[in-house]
């Protein structure tokens, strides 16, 4: 796992453990839990903490965020409504022309196969972007 450069304080990563263990119920088990399958996913994920302390996972772009709120843990990916979704584990946010978000709740459990499949569908379509975003500056800078 790679963690975005903090020239002072804690690292992303730091940060994101300690929200986790300072929800200090359902919500930071769930936190954390899904924060092990995305690593599971991507072992060279990058966290990072941004507007004003939301954890981020990112590999070429945002995977997902991941916020905890009263009565739900959110997962919003980021261009969600281009991913397929079979196993429908985006129950929130559904009405954007680009994310989803997974609200968790109390007691539920997502499976986690299909999460897992979202998240490399995730960074797929991240990577397919930079590759698209490589070649066309190649080709107005004129080289090959």
């Not at 990563?13 to 200090?24: P, V």
């Not at 072992?43 to 739900?72: L, N």
């Not at 196969?113 to 998240?119: G, N, Q, R």
């Amino acid at each position: 796992m790679k963690t975005t450069d903090a020239s002072t304080g804690p690292s992303a990563s730091e940060l994101i453990a300690k929200r986790i263990a300072e929800l200090g119920d359902w919500r930071g088990e769930t936190l954390s839990r899904m924060r092990n399958l995305i690593l599971e996913v991507d072992p060279d994920v990058v966290e990072e903490w941004k507007w004003m302390g939301t954890p981020v996972w990112s590999h070429d772009g945002i995977i997902c965020t991941g916020e905890s709120y009263k009565s739900v843990v959110k997962l919003t990916f980021a261009k969600g409504a281009a991913l397929d979704d079979p196993d429908r584990l985006f129950n929130s946010s559904l009405e954007g022309n680009v994310r989803r978000a997974i609200d968790i709740r109390a007691g539920e459990t997502i499976d986690a196969s299909a999460f897992k499949t979202l998240v490399l569908q995730a960074i797929a379509l991240n990577s397919l972007a930079k590759t698209k975003r490589s070649k066309k500056t190649k080709s107005t800078d004129g080289s090959v």
